[in-house]
Each structure stands twice: as C-alpha cells, then as structure tokens.
C-alpha cells in the first residue's frame, strides 16, 4: 500500500458520531471507509465508496472538501483534519482501476437519461445496476458533460471519466452522442419508441451575459465555451476575468497554462464575497493569477475593459476578455415540449425527488438548480432513481 495514505488515513480519529459524513452532501461513510482501508481491505473500502455515490473517484478530485468532510473535521479546531479527498481518491481510484462491472440481467424497463454529466452518469449507474436498459444521449462527442468540457484537465484527468464511460458500457449502457434532444427527436419520440421513463440532466451550458457595450467585439469569451477547448483560443499576453466563482478560478488558472503572461481576476466586491472556495482562490494565487476588487465592468473596448470603482472610471488593458458570471440551461427541450414548466430563470420545475410537470419525466442536477458542486448534482439523482424506480413500478408490464 501507499505509506503516505496510510499516515494519512491513521489520522482518523473514528469518532463515534463523524461530523465528517454528516457534513457530505451525499453522507459518505468515511469513518468505514478508513477502517476498511487500514485493516487492509482496499477493496472493500472502494466497494463501499462506489455504493454509495458512483462518482466517488470524481468527487474526490473535485469536491470543496474544506466546506464538506473536511471542514467538519473534529480536527480543525486543533490542527489539520484528515485528508479524506486524498484517502478517497486512491481507494476509489483502486476500486476502478480492479473492477470488472457485468451486465445484469435486464428487468424489460427503459430508460432514457438527455445529458451525461454529474447527475447523467449517477442515474445511469443507479439504474444500469438494477437491469434497467439505459440509454444515454448527449450533444457531444464524449460523454462527461462539465465534467468533462467545463472542468480542466489539471483538476480532473479526462482518463478518469474514460474509464467511468467503459464500466458503463460494461454494465450494457447505450450511448448516443453528438445527439441534441428537442430538435430531431423530441420527448414525445422516446416514449412513442418505448421509453418508461426519462431523466433530463442536460446541465447549465448557456453563458450569462453582462449586458455591457463591448461584449460582441473578437477578444471577448465567455467562460463556459473557453473550457471547452482552450487550446483553440489566442488569448493574447494579458487576460481579464470578470467574475469570481470556480468556474472564473478554472478559466484563470487554464489562461495561465496557455502562455498568457498576465492573468487578471477582477471583481465588483471584495475578497471575502467571493463564491469560489478558499481552496480554488489559493491554488489561483498560487499559479500567479492577479486579483482587483470592487471594480465594476461598464464597457468592454478592444483595448481593454472600463470599470467604476469608488464612483470614478478606471480603465485596465486587456488582450482578451473571459466573463464567467453563471449560466443558464440550455432551452431546446422546453421550447418544443409545452409539458415540462420552468422557474423565471429556466431551471426546470420539480418536486424534492425530480418529478418534472410532466409524467413520466424526471430531472436533476445543475438544470434544476443551477450550477451547483458535483457532489451535489449525483446526491439528489439518487433520490431521483430511487423516484424513477418506484414511479415505473406502478406501469403496466409490457407485453413479452
């Protein structure tokens, strides 16, 4: 085993009540998985992770850890907490790499899953496993939807998504990609070709806008679409981000592994409003990204952007310009399906286990609650296939 997990992971304190697990969004049985893991049943212990969240080996890499598990840690008020991401990563990583997943037998039920990202792949699984036959359509090429076009490849390897793509296969999911549901075919086509159920979880692809002068002109980008191949762009020497999230960390830091000289954050309040987590601030710092505060953009120009700050006007130069303040869903699928109702921001209406307006039709993830953590995204579509399940349970049986 790996000496320096298992230091880690005998920091473990095994408290009787874990404030750790309560503190996971998905209520990771993290205590069970050290024990497991120290009493030398690595196995297991993977066994375990994957049981209850899928995407364990994702949501290692890419959780807040220090907002969940760890920052719940009874350790904090001493000292470090234990390294849970880390533990759970190698165990999970372990798990996948020595697994084989086999198909089981199917129970003559279909279901249909628009969109592989987060919440996609956790009901395909969920639902695989149970032999249900699932079928995956997605507007892109590759399957991983954020995961794999909105988070870069130095937080999160594309190789760990393969691999979750192939356990799928194996568990005999059908994917259709480069598919966009709502144009060709439609919701009404799917259950016509006898689909039980389907589950839309086509994520928040549509970037917001500022709504400024200046953000048609050539250098302009929004965040969103930059993740999806950065290699593509000629961002220049200097760059400007506005925004503050994890998204505008993630364009910042990619910005910088793409040559630009100079990489700027700039926000219209202070360092302690902003979303991004701690951790994702600190590794942008750390890659050399530059921040400004309570600065507001008015006009973006070719030569740079105009902001107010303190009621005076401050121009910054720029050679590119990345606006990553939000997105909103994608609306080609409520646009041809009058059925499904949305909020006034185009999140899709559902109930606390992911019924949609229509029968039949379930949903989860960042399309109906707008971008949220990954871990998240896969908690709530576990209610939802368990809904999913108990919702087809009441159909009548089709006819052998």
């Known amino acids: 085993m790996n000496q320096p997990i298992i230091q880690l992971a005998s920091a473990c304190l095994e408290c009787k009540k874990p404030k750790c697990r309560t503190g996971c969004p998905i209520n990771t049985p993290i205590p069970q998985m050290i024990r497991l893991f120290l009493d030398g049943d690595i196995q297991k212990a993977g066994q375990t992770l994957f049981e209850n969240n899928p995407l364990s080996v994702v949501c290692s890499l890419v959780c807040p850890h220090e907002k969940h598990c760890e920052g719940h840690c009874i350790l904090n008020k001493k000292r470090a907490p234990v390294s849970i ?13 020595h697994t ?18 987060p919440a996609g792949l956790g009901v395909a699984f969920l639902m695989a496993q149970k032999g249900f036959n699932v079928t995956i359509y997605d507007q892109h090429d590759k399957m991983g939807g954020v995961l794999r076009y909105g988070i870069p490849e130095f937080r999160l390897k594309k190789t760990v998504l393969d691999k979750l793509v192939l356990h799928l296969k194996d568990l005999g999911v059908t994917i259709r990609p480069n598919t966009t549901v709502g144009k060709n075919i439609t919701i009404e086509d799917m259950f016509r070709d006898g689909f039980d159920a389907l589950f839309i979880a086509t994520g928040v692809w549509s970037p917001k806008k500022l709504g400024i002068k ?10 969103i679409d930059y993740l999806k191949n950065p290699s593509v762009y000629d961002l220049g020497e200097k760059v400007i981000v506005l ?8 364009v910042a830091r990619t910005a910088v592994r793409s040559g630009a000289k100079e990489v700027r954050i700039v926000y219209r309040r202070g360092l302690e409003d902003m979303p991004a987590s701690k951790h994702e601030i600190q590794c942008a710092k750390l890659d050399g990204v530059k921040f400004d505060f309570y600065k507001t953009p008015v006009e973006i120009t070719r030569d740079g952007v105009r902001f107010t700050c303190k009621e ?43 019924r949609t307006t229509q029968r039949g039709v379930f949903a989860s993830g960042d399309v109906v609650t707008g971008a949220r953590t990954v871990v998240e995204a896969v908690a709530f579509s576990k209610r939802v296939a368990q809904a999913m399940q108990e919702y087809i349970a009441t159909l009548p049986k089709r006819a052998s």
């Open 214 to 223: 200046g953000e048609s002109l050539g250098h302009v980008h929004f965040a």
């Open 243 to 250: 925004g503050a999230g994890n998204v505008a960390m993630d």
């Open 312 to 354: 005076e006007d401050v121009f910054e130069s720029a050679s590119s310009v990345l606006i990553a303040i939000s997105q909103n869903p994608m609306d080609v699928i409520v646009n041809n399906n009058k059925g499904i109702k949305v909020n006034n921001k185009g999140l899709l209406l559902t109930d606390d286990c992911g």
């Open 85 to 97: 991401g880390s533990i759970e990563n190698y165990i999970s990583t372990h798990y996948m790499n």
């Open 100 to 117: 084989t997943f086999k198909k089981p037998a199917l129970n003559g039920r279909n279901i249909a899953i628009i969109g592989s990202g």
